[in-house]
């Protein structure tokens, strides 16, 4: 989160977002295949710090994170005493010296930055060579597909325009130095609960808080209705973008020597 996105008083609604939101386990299970090995970690805009908590834990490894909101840095703490947790913003130079990371992610961070450029310089600045950069956000498709969208279609124009397109993302990591640049996709489908009503109930997802009100109770109601006619399959689609900062190594190409062979009865070649 950062102090570029007005919209939202995430000091504000700290709570009730660390109560209500919470880490899928099929993209944990997806990060973890891929990183497999770190030794210090870092979540740029890392909320409650959920996904931070449990990938360090995985990785056996040592969770850094910042995020924009004191009241969400104190929840943070709250939950994850054993990480090491400060405010900070995505958009100012980041508060760690350089190579200090082996990985370095956000989950849900870049539909709230005025700029991709900062976050990703910085980025490649704290990690160390052959550290992975990793930015999990919503395609255009994913918008499309969800359920909330399906169920408040006001919030699909309204996350096209605060979602950054794949490539603008990213060329971003291409001009902050990034190589090796591919995205993945996870996509989950869960049987829509109590849990999940509750989420839209108490506005968990930002989305929800710029539609009229409405357009929210219309929603609610059509969740209501059919939670009541029986089983309601939900669909979530995340889509992963990797990077990895690669070590520039200047060197001398290898000099060719000659054999000193001479084909004197030809010497065509």
């Given at each position: 989160?950062?102090?570029n ?7 504000q609604?700290?709570?009730?977002y660390?109560?209500?939101r ?10 973890f ?17 959920d996904?931070?908590?449990?990938l ?5 490894a040592?969770?850094?994170g910042?995020?924009i ?9 709250q ?10 913003d995505?958009q ?17 961070l870049?539909?709230y930055?005025?700029e ?9 600045r704290?990690?160390?060579?052959d550290?992975?950069?990793?930015t999990?956000?919503?395609s255009?498709?994913?918008?499309e597909d969800?359920?909330?969208?399906h169920y ?12 950054p ?14 190589e090796?640049?591919?995205t993945?996709?996870?996509?989950t489908n ?7 009503y ?7 997802y930002s ?23 029986g089983?309601v ?24 020597f ?12």
């Open positions: 989160m950062s102090r996105d007005k919209a939202f008083p995430f000091d609604i700290a709570q009730t660390a109560q209500f919470y880490p899928n386990e099929k993209l944990i299970e997806h990060i295949k891929r990183v497999r090995y770190a030794n210090n970690i870092l979540e740029v805009g890392c909320g409650p710090a996904y931070l908590s449990i360090s834990e995985l990785l056996n040592r969770g850094y910042f995020d909101s004191q009241n969400m840095i104190k929840e943070a703490r939950k994850n005493p054993s990480l090491e947790l400060i405010v900070g995505a100012e130079p980041f508060p760690y010296g350089d190579n200090s990371f082996d990985f370095v992610f956000n989950i849900n870049v539909h930055l005025s991709l450029d900062t976050l990703f310089r910085e980025s490649y704290v990690l160390t060579y550290g992975n950069v990793l999990v956000t919503d255009c498709q994913d918008i969800r359920t909330l969208t408040f279609p006001e919030v699909l124009e309204i996350d096209r325009k605060r979602y397109g794949n490539s603008a993302i990213m060329n971003a990591m291409k001009r902050a130095g990034f090796g640049i591919y993945t996709k996870v996509k869960f049987e829509f609960k109590n849990q999940h509750e989420q839209y109930r108490e506005k968990a989305a929800l808080r710029l539609i009229s009100d409405e357009a929210f109770e219309r929603g609610m109601k059509r969740i209501e209705n059919d939670m009541a006619g089983l399959i939900g669909k979530k689609s995340y889509t992963q973008i990797w990077g990895i900062k690669v070590e520039r190594r200047e060197f001398d190409l290898p000099t060719i000659s054999t000193g062979y001479r084909n004197e009865g030809n010497n065509s070649f």
